[in-house]
């Protein structure tokens, strides 16, 4: 079946550098990609919809500039989370809907947890 | 746009026993259900999903009801057991559009 992976699994960095995170479907094209972001004990925040050779789509309350995405191939999509502060620690999960599918559900990647200190 | 609403949040039930977690939607143009399985710091896994031209669906212990009229699906899990543990999100989409998902619910199987 369709495969996501994300890289790093766990990262630690110190406040104001920045933190940049992978998400690639490993045997499918992926035009569109999501960003998530979890909280403990809570459901999946949506972030973005990055998409493929355009500019992602932010959700409301999301700041595109400390948030950068980037979808430049059909198989890669990046955060960067930039200037990270301690606040912007939380476990973030991508995912991927395959291509030409769009009812197809999504196939996620094993998340990311960032530490800020 | 779209709401859904899961229930229980939490779920404790004896192995062996079933396990139902109901969620609610509010957007008649979601025609597609899926439901996914979380555990402790991984990514949601698919396990199941519906359509809305199909009213049930079922995979070996696990199923999926759908009643499109009144905007409710439901997940089964019989024959329990401890590593059916785990957080379950249910998740409405509608055509070519983002999935909305519940809150989630906390099963725990006891041995």
């Known amino acids: 079946g369709a495969v996501v992976s994300q890289h790093p699994s766990r990262v630690i960095c110190k406040s104001g550098t920045s933190v940049k995170i992978e998400c690639r479907s490993l045997?499918?094209?992926?035009?569109?990609m999501f960003w998530y972001r979890q909280f403990p004990k809570q459901s999946l925040m949506l972030m973005a919809t990055s998409n493929e050779g355009s500019k992602a789509t932010y959700e409301q309350g999301v700041e595109k500039d400390k948030f950068l995405i980037n979808h430049a191939s059909l198989t890669l999509s990046t955060l960067t989370v930039t200037s990270a502060h301690p606040e912007d620690s939380s476990f973030y999960i991508c995912?991927?809907?395959?291509?030409?599918?769009?009812?197809?559900?999504?196939?996620f990647g094993s998340g990311t947890r960032l530490t800020v200190v | 746009g779209e709401n859904v609403e899961q229930h229980p949040s939490t779920l404790s039930v004896q192995e062996g026993d079933s396990a139902v977690i109901k969620c609610t939607y509010s957007?008649?143009?979601?025609?597609?259900f899926p439901w996914y399985k979380q555990e402790l710091g991984k990514g949601p896994q698919l396990i199941i999903d519906?359509?809305?031209?199909?009213g049930e669906k079922k995979d070996q212990r696990i199923a999926v009801t759908l009643n499109k009229t009144a905007k409710h699906f439901s997940l089964h899990i019989t024959e329990t057991q401890p590593e059916d543990s785990a957080v379950y999100f249910c998740a409405a989409t509608p055509n070519a559009g983002k999935s909305t998902f519940g809150d989630g619910t906390t099963l725990t199987v006891k041995p």
């Open positions: 957007d008649s143009a979601s025609n597609y």
């Open positions: 045997d499918f094209q992926a035009t569109t």
């Open positions: 519906i359509r809305s031209n199909v």
């Open positions: 995912s991927a809907r395959t291509f030409g599918d769009i009812n197809y559900g999504y196939t």
